[in-house]
C-alpha cells in the first residue's frame, strides 16, 4: 500500500491555520505517509516561522496571526492561507481546521479536490471552551453544526479522526472514513529501563485543563506515594494558579511542552499514564491519543470510566477505569498500579500488544490512501 502512488506524479496539500507545523497527525503521520506512497506533499501553515523543506515536505509559511481579537486573527488567517494557495496546484487539497471551511468551499469552487480533516466534534467540543461564555456556547454549537452539515456534503471527502466523528458525517456526505490518530508503530522504540528499576513516577501528557481532569489528578497526588510528570500547556495559563496552592502540586514536576524524542523519554521512566478527563460529549467519544501512546510506550492505563474507554481497557486488560470526579478513586487505582509491579508491568504488556496489532498508524494510513485511491 505504501507504494500505490510511486509510478504517478501526484500532489498533495494539507492546509492548517491552528496546528503547528510539526503537528504528530498532520506532519507526521498522514504527510509523511502520503510521501512515502509517492506524493509530492505540501503543508501551508501560519506560524511566522519562514518556509522549510524537512524530510521531503515542502512547508510554505502564509504569515503570523498578528491581531489579539480571536475571530479577527481568524479571518485574517483563512486569507493568508487561502492567497498561499494561489500559488499552489496540487491533486488533492487537505484542510484540518473547521475555520478554513470557507477556504475550502472556494477550492471546490474553483474545481478541485478537497479533503476535509475532521480531528474533533467541533459542535460539542465549544460546550466546554473555557474562552467562551457559557451563555452563547449552545448557540455557537448550533451554529457550527449547521455550518458543517451544510457544507459537508460540498467536499470531495471527509476525513474523520474517530468513529463516531464518522458517523455524523456519513449522513452527509457518503466519501466519509474513519482514520483514527493511532501511534505509528516505526515510533515504538523506547529506551525502557527495567521495570523494577523506573521511579514512582506517573504522567500526564497532552493540553492541561480542568475538564481534562487536572485537579482531582492533583489532589490524588496527596494521597499516594509518587509524583507526576506533567508534560503540556495549560489552558487557560491562570489555571496553573488553581493548583500551586494544592499539596499534591509539591510531588508535580511541570515539564511545559515537550516534542516527540522528549516525551519518549518521559514514558520510557514512568510506570503509570493517566488520562481522566471529564466526561463531556466531546471526550466520552473520543479517541485520545494520549491513551494509545501510553499503551505503546508499555505502561498501564488509569482512564476515565466511559463506555467506549472501558471497552478497549478491560478487553486488553491494559488498565483501570476510574470516576474522573473522585480524585480517592483516582488515588487508589494508581496505588493498586504502583504497589504491584507485577500486575503493572503485564498490562503494560497487554496494552503494548493492542497497539501493535490494532491501534496504530499503519493500519489507519491504508484508509487515508485508500481514499485518495478511490478520488484520483
Same mark, same amino acid.
Given at each position: %500500500?505504501? /507504494?500505490?502512488?510511486?509510478?504517478?506524479?501526484?500532489?498533495?496539500?494539507?492546509?492548517?491555520?491552528? /496546528?503547528?507545523?510539526?503537528?504528530?497527525?498532520?506532519?507526521?503521520?498522514?504527510?509523511?505517509?502520503?510521501?512515502?506512497?509517492?506524493?509530492?506533499?505540501?503543508?501551508?501553515?501560519?506560524?511566522?516561522?519562514g518556509n522549510a523543506q524537512k524530510e521531503g515536505i515542502a512547508i510554505y509559511d502564509a504569515g503570523i496571526k498578528e491581531s489579539s481579537k480571536r475571530l479577527s486573527r481568524m479571518i485574517k488567517t483563512v486569507w493568508m492561507i487561502y492567497?498561499?494557495?494561489?500559488?499552489?496546484?496540487?491533486?488533492?487539497?487537505? !484542510? /484540518?481546521?473547521s475555520e478554513l471551511i470557507p477556504l475550502g468551499l472556494l477550492l471546490k469552487w474553483r474545481g478541485k479536490k478537497v479533503i476535509y480533516d475532521v480531528h474533533e466534534d467541533l459542535p460539542r467540543q465549544i460546550s466546554s471552551k473555557y474562552y467562551l461564555p457559557e451563555s452563547i456556547r449552545p448557540l455557537l454549537s448550533k451554529f457550527a453544526e449547521f455550518i458543517e452539515n451544510c457544507s459537508a456534503g460540498c467536499f470531495s471527502a471527509i476525513s474523520a479522526a474517530t468513529p463516531h466523528i464518522?458517523?455524523? !458525517?456519513? +449522513?452527509?456526505?457518503?466519501?466519509?472514513?474513519?482514520?483514527?490518530?493511532?501511534?505509528?508503530?516505526?515510533?515504538l522504540s523506547f529506551a525502557d529501563l527495567p521495570w523494577k528499576e523506573r521511579q514512582r513516577k506517573i504522567c500526564y501528557i497532552?493540553?492541561?485543563?480542568?475538564?481534562?481532569?487536572?485537579?482531582?489528578?492533583?489532589?490524588?497526588?496527596?494521597?499516594?506515594?509518587?509524583?507526576?510528570?506533567?508534560?503540556?500547556d495549560f489552558y487557560p495559563i491562570?489555571? +496553573?494558579? +488553581?493548583?500551586?496552592?494544592?499539596?499534591?502540586?509539591? +510531588?508535580?514536576?511541570?515539564?511545559?511542552?515537550?516534542?516527540?524524542?522528549?516525551?519518549?523519554?518521559?514514558?520510557?521512566?514512568?510506570?503509570?499514564?493517566?488520562?481522566?478527563?471529564?466526561?463531556?460529549?466531546?471526550? %466520552? /467519544?473520543?479517541?485520545p491519543v494520549k491513551m494509545f501512546e501510553y499503551m505503546a510506550?508499555?505502561?498501564?492505563?488509569?482512564?476515565?470510566? !466511559?463506555?467506549?474507554?472501558?471497552?478497549?481497557?478491560?478487553?486488553y486488560e491494559c488498565g483501570c477505569c476510574v470516576n474522573p470526579h473522585d480524585y480517592q478513586e483516582i488515588a487508589k487505582a494508581v496505588k493498586r498500579l504502583l504497589d504491584d509491579d507485577a500486575l503493572a508491568q503485564k498490562m503494560g504488556e497487554n496494552g503494548r500488544r493492542a497497539v501493535e496489532k490494532y491501534f496504530n498508524w499503519e493500519n489507519e494510513s491504508k484508509k487515508m490512501l485508500e481514499l485518495y485511491k478511490a478520488m484520483l
Open positions: %500500500m505504501e /507504494h500505490l502512488f510511486k509510478d504517478l506524479t501526484l500532489k498533495s496539500c494539507h492546509l492548517t491555520s491552528v /496546528h503547528r507545523r510539526d503537528d504528530v497527525r498532520i506532519f507526521y503521520k498522514e504527510c509523511i505517509s502520503l510521501n512515502q506512497a509517492g506524493f509530492e506533499v505540501e503543508l501551508v501553515v501560519a506560524d511566522g516561522k492567497r498561499q494557495t494561489l500559488g499552489l496546484d496540487a491533486d488533492i487539497f487537505h !484542510f /484540518h481546521d464518522r458517523d455524523r !458525517f456519513l +449522513k452527509f456526505n457518503a466519501h466519509t472514513v474513519d482514520v483514527n490518530n493511532f501511534p505509528r508503530l516505526d515510533n497532552g493540553g492541561i485543563s480542568e475538564n481534562r481532569g487536572i485537579l482531582e489528578l492533583v489532589d490524588a497526588l496527596s494521597a499516594i506515594d509518587a509524583t507526576l510528570d506533567l508534560a503540556g491562570s489555571l +496553573k494558579k +488553581k493548583l500551586t496552592g494544592r499539596p499534591g502540586w509539591k +510531588k508535580t514536576n511541570e515539564l511545559g511542552f515537550l516534542n516527540r524524542e522528549e516525551i519518549k523519554g518521559v514514558l520510557a521512566s514512568c510506570k503509570v499514564g493517566i488520562v481522566t478527563l471529564y466526561p463531556t460529549d466531546s471526550y %466520552m /467519544h473520543s479517541l510506550a508499555g505502561i498501564p492505563v488509569v482512564a476515565s470510566s !466511559f463506555p467506549l474507554w472501558r471497552d478497549i481497557i478491560e478487553k
